[in-house]
C-alpha cells in the first residue's frame, strides 16, 4: 500500500475554534444585544457567496448588521468578530511538527470567509505550516462539494490513496473518502495522533 504523502487540515473545529459558525455568532449577538431571529434570516442567504469570496466583510455586515443605525461601530463589530479565533494549541504544535518533519505536504482545506480566514492565517502562523491555502474563498467552491477535492489532488497531484483528509464533520469526509483519500474525523488530539499513526502518518 502506498504511504500518506500529503495531508489535508479543515481549519475551523481541528486547529483553530470555528471562525463563524452558530456557536460565535450566537457569541456575537448576545454581546452586541441583536435580535438572533432578524440577524439570521439575513445571514443564511448570504452563506455561500461570502465563503466563496464573492462577498466581503463589509458587505455581509452591510446586509446583516448595519442595514439600521447601531450603538456600536463596524470596527467594534469586526474585531469582537476576529477575537472569538482560538488555537487549539496541542494540534497546532502538531501539525507544526509534521510540517517541520520535511515527510509530508500539508494543505489546508476549509470553508471560511476571505477575511476571516486571512486574519487566522496571518494570527496563528497558519503560512509556516502550511504550503497551500485551498480555502472556499479563494477558489469559490465549498465543502462538501466534490469539485473543491479534485480541484485539491489536481493542484497538488498527488494521487488519492496518498492523500488523507482530516476534518471534523462527517459529512465533509464522505466526498473525500469516494474519491479515494484516507479520511480521519478529528475529537480530540489523542485520537487524531494515534488515527494517523494508524495509516503511518508520524513525526
Known amino acids: 500500500m502506498p504511504g500518506i504523502q500529503a495531508i489535508f487540515w479543515d481549519v475551523g473545529g481541528v486547529l483553530l475554534t470555528n471562525a463563524w459558525d452558530h456557536t460565535e455568532r450566537a457569541e456575537a449577538l448576545e454581546h452586541f444585544h ?7 434570516a439575513q ?30 461601530s463596524r470596527d467594534e463589530f469586526r474585531d469582537y468578530m476576529f477575537s472569538l479565533s482560538q488555537p487549539k494549541p496541542d494540534i497546532l504544535a502538531f501539525a507544526r511538527a509534521l510540517a517541520d518533519s520535511g515527510k509530508y505536504f500539508l494543505s489546508t482545506l476549509n470553508n471560511e470567509s476571505r477575511e476571516l480566514n486571512q486574519n487566522r492565517i496571518d494570527k496563528f502562523g497558519l503560512r509556516e505550516i502550511f504550503r497551500l491555502f ?21 493542484i497538488t497531484q ?8 482530516i476534518d471534523d464533520r462527517a459529512q465533509n469526509l ?30
Open 43 to 72: 445571514h443564511e442567504p448570504l452563506v455561500s457567496p461570502f465563503e466563496r469570496g464573492k462577498m466581503s466583510l463589509d458587505e455581509y455586515l452591510d446586509r446583516t448588521v448595519f442595514y439600521e443605525e447601531r450603538p456600536f
Open 174 to 203: 464522505e466526498p473525500a473518502a469516494g474519491l479515494g483519500m484516507k479520511t480521519i474525523q478529528m475529537q480530540n488530539f489523542d485520537q487524531l495522533r494515534q488515527d494517523l499513526a494508524k495509516i503511518g502518518v508520524r513525526i
Open 134 to 154: 485551498v480555502s472556499s474563498c479563494f477558489v469559490g467552491l465549498r465543502k462538501p462539494e466534490n469539485d473543491i477535492y479534485k480541484l485539491a489532488l489536481d
Open 158 to 165: 498527488f494521487p488519492p490513496e496518498e492523500c488523507c483528509f
Open 34 to 40: 441583536l435580535d438572533e431571529k432578524e440577524f439570521n
